[in-house]
């Protein structure tokens, strides 16, 4: 067992299934599980599936005791995501993907925090004004972002982005979110289109980006990794966990978007290609 460090927090990963293990001393609400063949319909190769294979476990609802008071007032949960290493196809392993819903003033759409406690993980961010179309043919993408986060840094899904999560690592990809709980979360726009924007495939041994050519007129993609920011809580090195305990006013944005999207966009640095 190898304890997940980053986290700030007592849980563990068997290193050879990349199952996680709990201290009892933490609570948990639910664990799900997505193998290839949940995620049919979202792949970039559909022939010939290892249908039983895992792709992805989520553990949610994750806290000690003494802290779900404070997560229950501010309507936030903590979870953890390990999506597994390896390709299917060719591809490399993924969440679903989703859009966000609106807040309630429908100005933004809620963001999220991912903290990248082990691995390496490339983030798929497509930013659509219509994501809720009536018609979801009619769902275009504005802006698309491939932003490369390595073990202990945090990502702040901006709003407005529908989001991918992609293990371009060699080994498991574990990752943190802190959540918004009454966030609506939309997953008929991704399915649509079966998938994102792009599929990230493996080809001899270098990571690609793959079109997915059911989308119109996608903007040209950006490249992007990281960088902290004390004020919205966001220390590389300090816990997730940790820094919203002891600043939770600082998460505040998760709950409230207007008045934090131009300070989250500007966490994203730019490069000329995808980061590795
Ligand atoms: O399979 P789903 O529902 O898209 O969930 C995947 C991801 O979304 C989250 O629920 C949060 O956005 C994570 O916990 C998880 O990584």
């Known amino acids: 067992m190898l304890e997940l460090k980053n986290s700030g927090l007592p849980l563990y990963i068997d290193e050879k299934n990349h199952v996680?293990?709990?201290?009892?001393?933490?609570?948990?609400?639910?664990?799900?599980?997505?193998t290839v063949e949940k995620m049919q319909g979202l792949l970039a190769d559909e022939h010939d599936l290892p249908l039983d294979e895992l792709v992805y476990d989520v553990y949610r609802g994750i806290a000690y005791p003494e802290d779900e008071e404070l997560?229950?007032?501010?309507?936030?949960?903590?979870?953890?995501?390990?999506?597994?290493?390896?390709?299917?196809?060719?591809e490399c392993k993924k969440t679903s993907g989703h859009y966000h819903g609106w807040n309630p003033e429908k100005t933004n759409t809620y963001a999220e925090v991912y903290e990248v406690i082990k691995g390496t993980a490339l983030y798929i961010l497509q930013k659509s004004d219509n994501f809720d179309a009536e018609d979801p043919a009619d769902v275009r993408v504005d802006d698309l972002i491939f932003a490369t986060v390595h073990e202990g840094e945090t990502i702040l899904i901006p709003p407005n982005y529908g989001h991918c999560?992609?293990?371009?690592?060699?080994?498991?990809?574990?990752?943190?979110?802190?959540?918004y709980v009454p966030c609506p979360v939309h997953?008929?726009?991704?399915?649509?289109?079966?998938?994102?924007?792009?599929?990230?495939?493996?080809?001899n041994g270098e990571v690609k980006l793959k079109a997915n050519d059911r989308y119109v007129d996608v903007p040209k993609a950006k490249f992007a990794t990281v960088k902290e920011n004390p004020h919205l809580g966001i220390q590389f090195g300090l816990p997730v966990y940790e820094s919203y305990k002891k600043n939770p006013e600082a998460f505040e944005f998760l709950g409230k978007p207007d008045g934090f999207v131009d300070e989250i966009m500007s966490m994203l640095v730019y490069h000329d290609e995808l980061v590795k």
Request: without cysteine; aromatic residues 14%.
């Open 20 to 34: 996680m293990a709990l201290s009892a001393l933490l609570k948990y609400d639910g664990f799900g599980r997505k």
């Open 71 to 90: 997560l229950k007032k501010d309507d936030y949960r903590y979870d953890i995501t390990i999506i597994m290493p390896g390709q299917v196809n060719g």
């Open 165 to 179: 999560s992609v293990n371009i690592g060699d080994g498991p990809l574990v990752f943190s979110n802190l959540a």
């Open 187 to 203: 997953y008929g726009p991704v399915k649509q289109f079966h998938g994102m924007s792009f599929y990230v495939m493996v080809e």
